[in-house]
């Protein structure tokens, strides 16, 4: 599957849950509780040893038409080691046009971090189509509708501090999906293995934001 395909599918998914630090026994169930929940596309982040082995298992269980991605990638190292593991997109904080240009040499789809329109232009000029709006909730939607005026080519996934109350605000003010960490899988409901709870929570979430203009 081409890059393009896998943007497509991102928009078509609406949602990017963001798994972070979670208990390795447990993120395939909570996985699979965010998937009957109606959630599509799934990035694990790099933060510990388990990232690699916790992705090759989602790749497993999960449905194929499932994207399954690798977040805070900082490293070529990283890069080598999310691919071969099964992610089928990755993203990172920052933007850094080297390891752009080494993820696209490999094939995959690479969402760069950016905050400013001097990052923004420089992920254009190393032919960035989507790039992670980070942290778009300390910026606010009003900054990202700013931003699509003179960057109106580019795609954005606000991330960080994005969630049921704002994601309508950002989807109108321009956003091309969302991605959402606690405020989509809230830890209580992970430390109480409260997997029913976690379908439920990711289906209101969805609606919530899906009940924007232009959404089905």
């Known amino acids: 599957m081409d890059a393009g395909s896998k943007m497509t599918r991102i928009r078509q998914a609406k949602i990017v849950a963001i798994l972070r630090r ?13 998937v009957a929940g109606g959630i599509r596309a799934i990035e694990v982040t790099f933060g510990s040893e388990a990232t690699t082995d916790v992705l090759g298992r989602l790749r497993e269980r999960l449905p194929q038409d499932h994207l399954i991605g690798a977040g805070t990638v900082m490293t070529r190292e990283q890069v080598d080691q999310a691919i071969a593991a099964g992610a089928e997109f990755l ?4 933007f850094d046009p080297e390891l752009v240009d080494y993820a696209r040499d490999r094939g995959t789809l690479f969402v760069p971090g950016v905050a400013t ?3 923004i232009a420089g992920a254009m000029a190393h032919g960035c189509a989507l790039v992670k709006l980070f942290p778009a909730g300390s910026w606010g939607s009003a900054y990202l509708k700013d931003l699509k005026g003179p960057f109106r080519e580019m795609e954005f996934l606000p991330t960080g501090g994005v969630g049921p109350a704002n994601g309508r605000a950002f989807f109108d003010a321009g956003a091309y999906a969302l991605g959402m960490g606690s405020l989509l899988v809230p830890h209580a409901l992970v430390q109480r293995r409260d997997f029913a709870g976690l379908t439920e929570h990711a289906a209101s979430v969805l609606q919530a ?8």
């Open 22 to 34: 979670m208990p390795a026994e447990a993120v395939v169930s909570i996985a699979e509780a965010l």
């Open 209 to 216: 934001v899906s009940n924007s203009s232009g959404l089905g």
């Open 117 to 119: 329109p001097t990052e």
């Open 91 to 94: 993203l990172s904080p920052h």
